[in-house]
DNA sequence: GGCGCACTTGTCAGAGTCTGACACAAGTGG
DNA sequence: CCACTTGTGTCAGACTCTGACAAGTGCGCC
């Protein structure tokens, strides 16, 4: 599925993919407004789906559940933040180095074209649906499985495998709590003063 | 809902709780070995009602969700966590207070009347599909909902809110954490012992 | 140009979860 | 005996999600 399409175009992506990706964007961005104004539960899949021009069986086809529209792809961020961590020195504690990795995503976020405000959006969205929240958290598990082997590494062999997933989990919070306090200010404070201020409330003991 | 019919026993229960509550047992009992012998998404809520000798309607009438025969009720645990927490001095430190807490909890349960591999048994099936995962942390939100107040009480004032929620959840982390390593062990390892060493990694800044 | 090929989309049909409405049985208390 | 409450079954419906088939579109190749 992944890789050959016959002339594999060497250049990031394929045009097929460019497109699918546009249109992606598009039903995203429809379906946040419909459901910043109306409500995640009011709104089904069928509307959005009309709304942007389309059959609710090609919605499913860009997006297998209604949740992944506000959720995204769960990998890129996982592996954004894998990457950056992996590029950090081994001897930085790795408390300070999840803290980095994080901030380094936050930071690229004033989301792919739209405004700062976009991104909130799309957070008090996440964060007014009981289901969406579950399976945001469930991306979380899904980063925290990418990162607690990098983590595990960088540890004294002594239980490394359950202080790594304590770790990372509490690196997940920090960015979680971040991230949902940012949501919810009217004030202009940042989410990476936020994020420093959580990773600054817990430390591992070394 | 909670209070008076008619006249209040006030003995805990009333008699229809008491045979409402039997109920739910059984057709927990009956659903979590459907779900350990063929797979969560495997079994319908239809064949989980013939089981149990009632129509699927009638399950409903006792768990809102599928999920929630796994899950059970939320509040019941936080609830109990909660009342240990509110006990503790307030000159503890609260990490300290967390730990007993949740110690508390996975000591009390060698579940209601079956083996402690009954417990086991529910904790392995809850980690199976994924969208149990989901539902369960969302039950640990509203745990954190009903602990984060009475943290933040014993924080100094500086940045308590957003402090006692970074504690709060990296606390559920170490819960989960400990509970998940402890149903996938083979060997004696107690939940105890994993939550000790779970709590022992990370410390609240004071 | 005509031909297949890959990909996308729509329609249809179906399974599964969950909810509301109504009717019926059974136990309780006056 | 008559309400009243509660538990249950049946029926109908909304919604999400999936599989299968048919039709349309753009592309390279002969």
Same mark, same amino acid.
């Given at each position: 599925m992944s890789s050959t399409t016959s002339s594999g175009p060497s250049s990031g992506q394929s045009l097929r993919e460019i497109s699918r990706d546009a249109v +992606?964007? +598009?039903i995203n961005e429809i379906a946040?407004?419909?459901?910043a104004e109306r409500g995640f539960d009011q709104v089904t899949v069928e509307q959005i789906a009309a709304a942007a021009g389309m059959s609710a069986r090609t919605f499913h086809r860009y997006f297998p559940a209604k949740e992944d529209?506000?959720?995204?792809?769960?990998?890129?961020?996982?592996e954004f933040v894998r990457a950056v961590f992996a590029g950090r020195p081994a001897d930085e504690p790795v408390w300070d180095s999840l803290h980095l990795s994080f901030e380094a995503?936050?930071? +690229?976020?004033p989301q792919?074209?739209?405004d700062d405000d976009r991104g909130k959006l799309s957070m008090r969205v996440l964060l007014s649906a009981a289901s969406l929240r579950a399976r945001s958290l469930e991306k979380h598990l899904l980063w925290a499985r990418m990162l607690t082997p990098l983590v595990a590494e960088r540890l004294p062999a002594d239980d490394a495998a359950l202080r790594a997933e304590i770790i990372v989990q509490s690196a997940l919070a920090c960015l979680d709590v971040a991230l949902t306090t940012w949501a919810n200010a009217d004030d202009g404070t940042t989410a990476s003063e936020l994020l420093e201020r959580s990773f600054a409330t817990m430390r591992?003991?070394?």
């Amino acid at each position: 599925m992944s890789s050959t399409t016959s002339s594999g175009p060497s250049s990031g992506q394929s045009l097929r993919e460019i497109s699918r990706d546009a249109v +992606r964007a +598009r039903i995203n961005e429809i379906a946040l407004d419909l459901f910043a104004e109306r409500g995640f539960d009011q709104v089904t899949v069928e509307q959005i789906a009309a709304a942007a021009g389309m059959s609710a069986r090609t919605f499913h086809r860009y997006f297998p559940a209604k949740e992944d529209v506000v959720i995204g792809d769960p990998a890129h961020g996982g592996e954004f933040v894998r990457a950056v961590f992996a590029g950090r020195p081994a001897d930085e504690p790795v408390w300070d180095s999840l803290h980095l990795s994080f901030e380094a995503l936050v930071t +690229r976020s004033p989301q792919k074209g739209g405004d700062d405000d976009r991104g909130k959006l799309s957070m008090r969205v996440l964060l007014s649906a009981a289901s969406l929240r579950a399976r945001s958290l469930e991306k979380h598990l899904l980063w925290a499985r990418m990162l607690t082997p990098l983590v595990a590494e960088r540890l004294p062999a002594d239980d490394a495998a359950l202080r790594a997933e304590i770790i990372v989990q509490s690196a997940l919070a920090c960015l979680d709590v971040a991230l949902t306090t940012w949501a919810n200010a009217d004030d202009g404070t940042t989410a990476s003063e936020l994020l420093e201020r959580s990773f600054a409330t817990m430390r591992p003991q070394v």
